[in-house]
């Protein structure tokens, strides 16, 4: 499969690597391409090993050491590693005898694995899917930062929304002398989206608007198409979307289902009134679904699904009478239409003097594509159909309170 941008990615990662020992954090969304970036760099010995939902005690790091080739003479502790990795015990020095006191073996577990990260170096260990991190890699990954060998890097990767334990903890342990670097790995943009879709389909498809660029949901979409199968929601987000829905507390999911329905990103109130739930319960349930990362704010106080193939997984998902409730909400708002918010007010104000989205844009400090989400949510409010429509109308407009 062809690699599609991110020279700057891979020219910071070089960069740090190139500098143990190195801890470095890759933060992003599933699909995005964290797994594949880290397969790109060339040149370098890596030891790939991953987290799993199941969370099995040591998975990642077992996973990434049976792959090693160990060098003569190691370091007699690395032994205690043999009933962990019987794939290469026979390259390892015989198992010391068994400790008494489980804290102590532990303790020589942990430091069996950071001498035999010693001998294999330079290398770089990877722990991938962080968010689903074990116990024990948790407080392993804690040690082996405290005193990495100076020719080991270590590189984690985790998506952001799924994180109970926050990295920030691995960080804290970090002594002075050991550099640690973060990356947010973002969405392929509209040129990068078209030129993957190029590579991957016969003709030229817009692929931007059902994936907003997160490379898993072009592939997905791709291959319905090319498969002649129309573009549907993808399996796999599917899945991950009825996931976390399930595991939403009922109020939050009721916020999440709201904002499926509705056309735009809306204001929690607005949100909260189609969902049919108070508004302080609503911003609580908001708040959840927001540290769960199915909702995010797409603008400034507005919040949506983060990309339309998740909005279209969330709506397919909708029992049928549910799905009545919410639209009867929609269809008969509890608010008034024609109330703007004081920033809708100020864009059409500005768009009433003849201005284009993109001077509206610098002149508020805001981005075009906010401003252009703020005049469609203008014009739908007020049941206009053009911009020119807002010279007649602006003047007249509520301020909400
Ligand atoms: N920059 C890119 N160019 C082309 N394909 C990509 C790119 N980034 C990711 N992909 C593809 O998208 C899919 C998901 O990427 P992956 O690295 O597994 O995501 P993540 O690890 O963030 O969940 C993979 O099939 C991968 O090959
Ligand atoms: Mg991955």
């Given at each position: 499969?062809?690699?599609?941008?991110?020279?700057?990615?891979?020219?910071?990662?070089?960069?740090?690597?190139?500098?143990?020992?190195?801890?470095?954090?890759?933060?992003?969304?599933?699909?995005?391409?964290?797994?594949?970036?880290?397969?790109?760099?060339?040149?370098?010995?890596?030891?790939?090993?991953?987290?799993?939902?199941?969370?099995?005690?040591?998975?990642?790091?077992?996973?990434?050491?049976?792959?090693?080739?160990?060098?003569?003479?190691?370091?007699?502790?690395?032994?205690?590693?043999?009933?962990?990795?019987?794939?290469c015990?026979?390259?390892?020095?015989?198992a010391?005898?068994?400790?008494?006191?489980?804290?102590?073996?532990?303790?020589?577990?942990?430091?069996?694995?950071?001498?035999?990260?010693?001998?294999l170096?330079?290398?770089?260990?990877?722990v991938?899917?962080v968010?689903?991190?074990d116990?024990?890699?948790?407080?392993?990954?804690?040690?082996?930062?405290?005193?990495?060998?100076?020719?080991?890097n270590?590189?984690?990767?985790?998506?952001?929304?799924?994180?109970?334990?926050?990295?920030?903890?691995?960080?804290?342990?970090?002594?002075?002398?050991?550099?640690?670097?973060?990356?947010?790995?973002?969405?392929?943009?509209?040129?990068?989206?078209?030129?993957?879709a190029?590579?991957?389909?016969?003709?030229?498809?817009d692929?931007?608007?059902?994936?907003?660029g997160?490379?898993?949901?072009?592939?997905e979409?791709?291959?319905?198409?090319?498969?002649?199968?129309?573009?549907?929601?993808?399996?796999?987000?599917?899945?991950?979307?009825?996931?976390k829905?399930?595991?939403?507390?009922?109020?939050?999911?009721?916020?999440?289902?709201?904002?499926?329905?509705?056309?735009?990103?809306?204001?929690?109130?607005?949100?909260?009134?189609?969902?049919?739930?108070?508004?302080?319960?609503?911003?609580?349930?908001?708040?959840?679904?927001l540290r769960?990362?199915?909702?995010?704010?797409?603008?400034?106080?507005?919040?949506?699904?983060?990309?339309?193939?998740?909005?279209?997984?969330?709506?397919?998902?909708?029992?049928?009478?549910?799905?009545?409730?919410?639209?009867?909400?929609?269809?008969?708002?509890?608010?008034?239409?024609?109330?703007?918010?004081?920033?809708?007010?100020?864009?059409?104000?500005?768009?009433?003097?003849?201005?284009?989205?993109?001077?509206?844009?610098?002149?508020?400090?805001?981005?075009?594509?906010?401003?252009?989400?703020?005049?469609?949510?203008?014009?739908?409010?007020?049941?206009?159909?053009?911009?020119?429509?807002?010279?007649?109308?602006?003047?007249?407009?509520?301020?909400?309170?």
């Amino acid at each position: 499969m062809p690699f599609v941008g991110r020279e700057r990615e891979l020219c910071q990662l070089t960069g740090a690597l190139a500098r143990p020992p190195v801890v470095i954090l890759i933060e992003g969304e599933a699909g995005v391409g964290k797994t594949r970036l880290l397969h790109e760099l060339t040149g370098r010995s890596m030891l790939f090993g991953s987290c799993h939902p199941m969370r099995f005690p040591y998975g990642p790091v077992v996973e990434a050491l049976r792959e090693a080739c160990p060098p003569k003479d190691l370091n007699p502790i690395t032994g205690a590693l043999r009933p962990l990795l019987p794939e290469c015990a026979h390259l390892l020095p015989p198992a010391p005898p068994a400790l008494q006191n489980a804290q102590v073996e532990r303790h020589r577990l942990f430091r069996a694995v950071l001498s035999l990260l010693d001998a294999l170096g330079p290398i770089t260990l990877v722990v991938e899917d962080v968010h689903w991190v074990d116990q024990d890699t948790r407080e392993l990954l804690g040690f082996l930062v405290r005193c990495l060998p100076p020719t080991v890097n270590l590189v984690l990767t985790y998506r952001g929304e799924d994180l109970r334990h926050p990295v920030a903890e691995l960080l804290a342990h970090l002594p002075p002398r050991i550099d640690h670097a973060e990356l947010a790995l973002a969405p392929l943009d509209v040129e990068q989206t078209a030129l993957l879709a190029k590579h991957l389909l016969p003709g030229a498809v817009d692929l931007w608007p059902l994936t907003c660029g997160v490379p898993s949901a072009i592939e997905e979409l791709a291959r319905m198409l090319a498969d002649g199968r129309p573009p549907g929601t993808p399996p796999a987000l599917r899945d991950t979307v009825q996931l976390k829905l399930d595991a939403l507390p009922p109020v939050a999911r009721r916020m999440v289902q709201a904002a499926a329905m509705l056309d735009e990103p809306a204001a929690p109130k607005a949100l909260a009134s189609v969902a049919g739930i108070p508004p302080e319960q609503g911003e609580r349930g908001l708040a959840e679904a927001l540290r769960r990362g199915l909702l995010r704010e797409c603008t400034p106080g507005a919040y949506g699904l983060r990309q339309p193939l998740a909005r279209q997984a969330v709506r397919e998902s909708i029992t049928p009478m549910v799905r009545r409730r919410l639209s009867r909400r929609i269809d008969a708002p509890t608010e008034p239409l024609g109330i703007l918010s004081p920033r809708e007010e100020q864009v059409i104000g500005l768009a009433a003097d003849g201005l284009t989205n993109k001077e509206i844009a610098e002149s508020l400090f805001l981005s075009p594509r906010t401003v252009e989400v703020h005049v469609a949510n203008a014009l739908r409010k007020l049941g206009l159909t053009s911009r020119r429509q807002f010279q007649r109308t602006a003047p007249h407009t509520t301020r909400r309170t």
